[in-house]
């Protein structure tokens, strides 16, 4: 993928990078709900045009995206991704988290807080049993990759 969604502000380096998905089939990270990263019309045409591109390849498309989460307080993160699972719609949705633990660097991160509690909330058996309990299915791109609509 591209880290913060950093190619949608280039026309042409967004369309080099599905054309590279395409090329080595690989699944490149879209999603239909346009994200909040891309801005200003002409970003907006060729996210929608390459948008068209990816589903005409037969590649999947994420249809929810959560990135939402990164200025939520680490304190917080508990249960703002339990209700997110809670209220999750049909369709494939990607969940943007930043897992860390103490000790991962040896400077640590401004947000390594919040990043160790998305790995504590994530890693938990409550959010297993949650998954369960709302008939989740966690997908990989791994598997992502291998999956056509």
Not at 47 to 73: H, I, M, R, T
Not at 106 to 115: E, H, T, V, Y
Not at 132 to 149: A, I
């Amino acid at each position: 993928d591209h880290h913060m969604w950093v190619l949608f502000g280039r026309d042409d380096l967004l369309r080099l990078y599905v054309k590279l998905g395409q090329e080595f089939n690989l699944p490149v990270r879209f999603s239909r709900e346009i994200p909040r990263q891309v801005s200003g019309d002409q970003a907006i045409a060729t996210y929608l045009e390459q948008l068209k591109v990816v589903e005409q390849s037969g590649f999947p498309v994420v249809d929810w995206l959560e990135s939402a989460n990164y200025s939520v307080p680490p304190a917080e993160k508990r249960t703002y991704f339990l209700n997110q699972l809670r209220n999750l719609r049909p369709g494939v949705t990607e969940i943007v988290i930043h897992c860390a633990s103490p000790g991962d660097s040896l400077i640590p991160p401004p947000d390594a807080a919040a990043r160790y509690a998305d790995t504590m909330t994530f890693s938990s058996e409550e959010t297993r049993e949650e998954l369960t309990n709302q008939r989740v299915e966690v997908l990989d791109w791994q598997t992502l990759r291998t999956w056509r609509r």
